[in-house]
């Protein structure tokens, strides 16, 4: 895949995320939004280095989608953890 394609998909594992974890982010839209695009490619590291998956050409690659997904709540679980919630 493409650069394009892992921030596109970084956007939505991003929203899912965002979705799956409700609640008001320290860094808001933008914040989240990052922190999908980052989740993303370090899902996808990670599935690629220790999980014996390599990343696929295909978008539509279901393991890739959680890969991206699981990267993007685990980032946003350490960003709430790290940086407590903006309600405070």
């Given amino acids: 895949m493409s650069i394009i394609s892992w921030i596109i998909l970084g956007l939505l594992a991003g929203a899912i995320a965002k979705f799956l974890l409700p609640g008001r ?6 914040g989240t939004t990052v922190i999908g695009i980052v989740g993303a490619f ?6 690629a280095r220790w999980l014996d998956h390599p990343v696929t050409k ?3 690659d279901g ?3 959680v890969a991206a997904i ?3 709540l685990v980032l946003l ?3 709430r953890l ?4 903006s309600r405070d």
């Avoid at 982010?25 to 933008?30: A, Q, Y």
């Avoid at 370090?42 to 599935?47: E, H």
């Avoid at 790290?82 to 919630?85: E, I, Q, S, V, Y």
Wanted: charged share 5%.
């Fill in 70 to 72: 699981g990267g993007a």
């Fill in 25 to 30: 982010d320290p860094g808001g839209f933008i």
């Fill in 58 to 60: 295909n978008f539509y």
């Fill in 82 to 85: 790290l940086f407590g919630n």
């Fill in 63 to 65: 393991a890739t989608w």
């Fill in 77 to 79: 679980i350490a960003y």
């Fill in 42 to 47: 370090l899902g996808g590291w990670i599935s």
